[in-house]
C-alpha cells in the first residue's frame, strides 16, 4: 500500500529531529469504540473481519480544495473511510487511492491521522497562512465512532480557537456535544459554523442507508442543543434520495421536526453519485428496492447528479415547507440563497414518485 510507510510504527526520516522533545500524546477515551487493531503486516483491500483503525502519520493536515471556485477552499480530515457506513458515502472513491476499495473497505478500515493536532498547529503558525475557513465533515464524518477512542478534535478544536481561525463542522454524530465547552470558547473569538447532516427521519429507510450513524432524531437532538447554548445550527437535508424520502408527506415530516429542533436553516441537497459510490449504492439498491432501478436509469441517465428538473422539484418543495415552518427567514445571518426556480404550488405538492418498497 502506498501510505504504509506512514503507519505508527515504521520508520519515517521525516517526522523531525532526534533532539527535539517527544510530543505529548493526546489524552485518549477508554475502549475502541467498536474497533480493532490490524494486524502488524500489510493491510490488505477486500478483507473480511472486525473494522479496524490505522494509526497513522499524517505528512500535513489542513487540505486545499481543487478547483476554480470551490464552496470552501480548506479542509481537515483527521479520519480516512468512515464507520457510519453510509450506502451512497460520496467520499468512497477516495479509498482506492488508498489501494483499498470503496465498498467494505471504506466502512470497516479507518486510518487515524494520530498526530493531527500537531500537524495543525505547526501549520496554522507558518508565515504563509492567511487565516482562511477551514471546513471538517466535508469528506469523512470527524465525529464517527472512531473518535470516541483517539479525541482528535478536541485538541484540533482547540489549536483552532487559540488562532481565532474561523472553522465550520458538518456531522452526523452525537458525539460533537462532548466537546461543546471548546465550541463556545472558540464562539467567542472566531466564528464558528455548525451544521448538522439529516436527510429523512424515516427510521425504516436509515437503518438500512446508514446503519453506522445515531438516529436522525438523535442528530436533531444535537442541533437543539446546540442551539440551546447560542451556537447557530443549520441543518442539510442531505441526502434526499429519490423514490425513498422525497414524497411530500416525508418532506413536511423531516422539516417540520428540523424547525422544531431551532435550526435557523435548512440546505436540501438530491442524492448524487459519484463513480466508487454510485456502484457501491447501485448494489444496495438493487438488494433493498430493486422496483426503484428503473427510476433511477432514469433520473441518473447523464452521469452523477438527478435530472434538474426533478432537482428542482425536490428542492423547491424543502424550501416552500421550510418557509412554512419559519426556516430560511429574510435577513438571518444564515439566510439560504433564494432558489432561482420558480415556485411550487400552494398547499400539498405530489412529487408523483413511488414510495419505498
Request: charged content about 25%.
Amino acid at each position: 500500500m502506498r501510505w504504509e510507510n506512514l503507519r505508527e510504527g515504521t520508520k519515517n526520516t521525516g517526522q523531525g529531529s532526534l533532539f527535539e522533545p517527544a510530543p505529548t500524546p493526546p489524552e485518549r477515551g477508554t475502549g475502541r469504540a467498536g474497533l480493532g487493531t490490524p494486524a502488524p503486516g500489510p493491510v490488505l483491500a477486500g478483507q473480511d473481519g472486525e473494522a479496524v483503525a490505522i494509526e497513522i502519520q499524517a505528512r500535513s493536515i489542513i487540505n486545499r480544495v481543487p478547483g476554480d471556485d470551490p464552496m470552501f477552499r480548506w479542509t481537515i480530515n483527521p479520519y480516512r473511510g468512515c464507520s457510519h457506513a453510509c450506502v451512497y458515502c460520496f467520499a468512497r472513491r477516495t479509498h482506492e487511492y488508498l489501494d483499498l476499495d470503496s465498498g467494505r473497505d471504506f466502512d470497516t478500515r479507518i486510518l487515524v491521522k494520530v498526530n493531527a493536532a500537531e500537524r495543525l498547529r505547526a501549520e496554522l503558525a507558518r508565515p504563509s497562512w492567511r487565516g482562511e475557513h477551514i471546513a471538517m465533515g466535508t469528506n469523512t464524518d470527524p465525529y464517527q465512532r472512531a473518535e470516541g477512542r483517539y479525541r482528535l478534535m478536541p485538541e484540533i478544536i482547540a489549536a483552532l480557537r487559540d488562532t481565532a481561525n474561523p472553522f465550520s463542522i458538518l456531522t452526523k454524530g452525537t458525539l460533537v456535544l462532548r466537546d461543546l465547552p471548546l465550541l463556545e470558547q472558540a464562539a467567542q473569538v472566531t466564528r464558528v459554523g455548525m451544521a448538522v447532516s439529516v436527510g429523512s427521519v424515516d427510521t425504516s429507510v436509515w437503518r438500512t442507508v446508514e446503519p453506522g450513524t445515531p438516529s436522525p432524531r438523535a442528530r436533531l437532538g444535537v442541533v437543539r442543543a446546540l442551539s440551546e447554548r447560542g451556537l447557530e445550527c443549520s441543518v442539510l437535508m442531505a441526502p434526499i434520495l429519490p423514490g425513498l424520502t422525497d414524497s411530500a408527506e416525508q418532506i413536511e415530516e423531516t422539516v417540520a421536526a428540523i424547525a422544531e429542533a431551532g435550526a435557523t436553516r435548512v440546505s436540501p441537497v438530491v442524492l448524487h453519485l459519484r463513480p466508487g459510490a454510485r456502484e457501491w449504492y447501485r448494489a444496495w439498491l438493487t438488494r433493498e428496492h430493486p422496483r426503484l432501478l428503473p427510476l433511477y436509469r432514469e433520473l441518473y441517465a447523464r452521469g452523477s447528479y438527478a435530472s434538474d428538473s426533478y432537482q428542482r422539484i425536490v428542492t423547491t418543495a424543502v424550501r416552500e415547507v421550510a418557509a412554512r415552518h419559519g426556516l430560511n427567514r429574510p435577513g438571518s445571518p444564515r439566510d439560504a440563497e433564494r432558489p432561482s426556480e420558480p415556485s411550487a404550488p400552494q398547499g400539498q405538492l405530489s412529487l408523483d414518485l413511488p414510495t419505498s418498497a
